[in-house]
């Protein structure tokens, strides 16, 4: 089946560091892949839609030059948080389809856990 | 706009059936999805459902019904490891196919 791998799965790191997250497809090509935030005891909050060669497209309320999202090739999108404070520690999880079919669910990353101290 | 709406919590009993509701309002319907979260984990495909009616898969079936908005995750038999959250989705193909989560409904289940 399709497989997301995300990379790293935790960070902790100073604040004002800025961190990137790598999202990769192992076994098929995702012209979009999504990214997530999740705080804890909360549902997952889509940040943008990743897409391959052109920019990324940000939700309501989400900083595009906090976050920087390349999407380089047919399998890897990156994010990373710009000089990272303390309320940017927050659970990230990429994601990608596995076809274009309108049954074709979303696979996930393992998510990588980011603290800012 | 998109809303959709799901208990936050959840208590059941092992080896009990449990039934997971998710109402939903959204401007087009593609289907709606379910996925199982574990504590600290990435969420895992369960479902898809995109005509109304019953979809049985083991001990997991998901019930849909368009004219109500309606949706719901069936679980049998429950056991301790089913102890996680459960998230339905709607995706919008209209915009890249990306997903609109509800809340989730954290589902506790005692011995």
């Known amino acids: 089946g399709a497989v997301v791998s995300q990379h790293p799965s935790r960070v902790i790191c100073k604040s004002g560091t800025s961190v990137k997250i790598e999202c990769r497809s192992l076994d098929f090509q995702a012209t979009t892949m999504f990214w997530y935030r999740q705080f804890p005891k909360q549902s997952l909050m889509l940040m943008a839609t990743s897409n391959e060669g052109s920019k990324a497209t940000y939700e309501q309320g989400v900083e595009k030059d906090k976050f920087l999202i390349n999407h380089a090739s047919l399998t890897l999108s990156t994010l990373t948080v710009t000089s990272a404070h303390p309320e940017d520690s927050s659970f990230y999880i990429c994601?990608?389809?596995?076809?274009?079919?309108?049954?074709?669910?979303?696979?996930f990353g393992d998510g990588t856990r980011l603290s800012i101290l | 706009g998109q809303n959709i709406d799901q208990p936050t919590e959840m208590t059941a009993t092992e080896g009990a059936i449990v039934q997971i509701n998710c109402t939903y309002q959204?401007?087009?319907?593609?289907?709606l999805f379910w996925y199982q979260q574990h504590a600290g984990e990435a969420p895992t495909f369960l479902s898809y459902?995109?005509?109304?009616g019953l979809e049985e898969k083991g001990r997991f079936s998901s019930f849909l019904s368009r004219s109500k908005g309606y949706s719901y995750l069936l679980l049998k038999e429950l056991q301790m490891k089913d102890s996680a959250s459960y998230l339905c989705a709607c995706p919008f193909y209209n915009q890249g196919g990306k997903l609109i989560f509800g809340q989730g409904t954290e589902l506790s289940v005692k011995p």
């Open positions: 959204t401007s087009g319907f593609n289907g």
């Open positions: 994601s990608a389809r596995g076809g274009t079919g309108g049954n074709q669910p979303q696979h």
């Open positions: 459902n995109v005509l109304d």
